[in-house]
């Protein structure tokens, strides 16, 4: 461990010390969360340790193939651990429902690659240059020489590929490309995760683009472009909030687009507001932070209270500012 970085040597000397442990991650998990959670679980099961695995929200139905055995389970009362690892979550009121049930904990390790994190662990790896945690994760089972079977591949493969767009994201740097690969070496089984992520959508999430589609609005001279998800759009496609991850990158694609932006109604006044950015002059990590949000320069989010008309209202506006000042 000679020329590991001094905080993952930190990070594997409290592995080693305990036994019991919580791996925990955000709300909403997507494919990288998933990955992550499920790899350093299955990593430290083979080290011989008691782990659960936790989240407040099941896995959308594209990732259950990475899970067979339920591995990732809600919270439960009355569980205590030696430490807790948070994987891919920005902040401690992200882990929703789950914080409770840690606040009892030794130490608490905060692994992660959002930007805006904010370093709420007592052993923090946040390293922004990542483009994704589960690349975190392979390096820190790298630097303890720790075995990785195909589950373990296939799980870190899913999260750095899902977390770069499928190696499209501009944030997918050579070593990116080599961990995919080495986890390819090891076993990760590149065609039924490609099947299965990008290949195998349910019907109920195709209704859900076809309204995507019919409804999207484009703004500022067709820079930006948004829709809004309503429950009542949810309802009448039989989708649920699974099924729209990812359809803000159909209008992002739109070649005059700079930001994209989709307002999801999950109270009639709160809304989750998602960004995506092509410019490396608009960071909209510093736009959701305006509403209490953050993530990443080029895709970002927040939650935000109040009226609908007037969320987007002011959403909108603050993309505009940013475009403004790029001139």
């Known amino acids: 461990m000679k020329n590991t970085p001094r905080i993952v040597q930190r990070i594997l000397e409290a592995i080693r010390q305990n036994h019991s442990f919580c791996v925990v991650g955000h709300v909403r998990p997507d494919g990288d969360c998933i990955g992550s959670q499920l790899g350093l679980t299955l990593a430290l099961r083979n080290l011989g340790k008691k782990v659960v695995c936790w989240n407040q929200d099941p896995l959308p139905q594209k990732y259950r193939f ?27 009121e ?9 606040a009892r904990r030794k130490p608490l390790i905060n692994i992660d690659h959002h930007e805006s994190n904010t370093l709420y662990g007592d052993l923090n790896w946040v390293s922004a240059r990542e483009p994704s945690t589960g690349e975190l994760i392979y390096r820190l ?4 020489r720790w075995p990785v079977t195909r589950a373990i591949a296939d799980c870190l493969f899913a999260a750095v590929s899902t977390d770069t767009g499928s190696f499209q994201y501009a944030t997918t740097r050579p070593a990116t490309l080599h961990a995919a690969g080495e986890l390819v070496a090891h076993g990760a089984n590149l065609a039924r995760i490609c099947d299965e992520v990008y290949q195998s959508y349910p019907l109920s999430r195709v209704r859900l683009l076809q309204h995507v589609y019919n409804r999207f609005r484009l703004t500022h001279n067709d820079r930006i472009a948004w829709f809004w998800l309503k429950q009542a759009d949810f309802t009448r496609t039989g989708a649920d909030s699974a099924d729209s991850e990812g359809l803000i990158d159909h209008i992002r694609a739109i070649e005059p687009v700079v930001i994209a932006c989709v307002f999801e109604e999950l109270e009639p006044e709160l809304t989750r507001v998602s960004l995506r950015s092509k410019s490396d002059k608009v960071n909209v990590n510093e736009i959701a932070a305006q509403f209490g949000g953050g993530g990443h320069p080029a895709a970002a989010g927040a939650r935000i209270p109040g009226k609908p008309v007037t969320v987007q209202r002011r959403v909108l506006g603050a993309l505009k500012k940013a475009l403004n000042s790029t001139r």
């Open 66 to 92: 990475l899970d067979p055995e339920g591995i990732i389970q809600p919270p439960r009362r009355g569980m205590k651990f030696d430490c807790v690892i948070a994987t891919d979550c920005a902040s401690f």
């Open 94 to 102: 992200r882990l929703g429902n789950v914080g409770p049930f840690i």
């Open 141 to 144: 089972l790298k630097a303890g």
